[in-house]
């Protein structure tokens, strides 16, 4: 199977990251939603596995995710928005 590029798994992430956070609005105000609970873990997993599965392939999403060995490599990636041709 081919490698997702580059645009197809920021795009992921993203989607991730909207769900999880339109979940968290509507727990706001209906904060014992067993089933936006149950959506909320779902999406909360999903954007942890779509940021690794990014990080792994392109570099961090957020200086959280640097794998620090001898130096810090944040700033060594091209940022993620930054476009690769």
């Known amino acids: ?9 920021m ?3 993203q ?4 769900y ?3 979940i968290t609005l509507y ?8 089933a936006a609970l149950r959506s909320y873990e779902k999406f909360k997993q999903l954007k942890k596995e779509a940021a690794k599965e990014y990080t792994d392939a392109y570099g961090p999403l957020h ?4 794998y620090v ?6 700033a060594d990636m ?5 476009r690769q041709e």
């Open 63 to 66: 200086s959280d995710n640097v």
């Open 1 to 9: 199977m081919a490698r997702a590029s580059r645009e197809e798994l």
């Open 69 to 74: 060995t001898d130096r810090w490599t944040w």
């Open 20 to 22: 999880l956070d339109d």
């Open 15 to 18: 989607v991730m990251c909207f």
């Open 11 to 13: 795009r992921n992430y």
């Open 27 to 34: 727990l706001q105000t209906h904060p014992t939603d067993q």
């Open 78 to 82: 091209p940022w993620p928005w930054e």
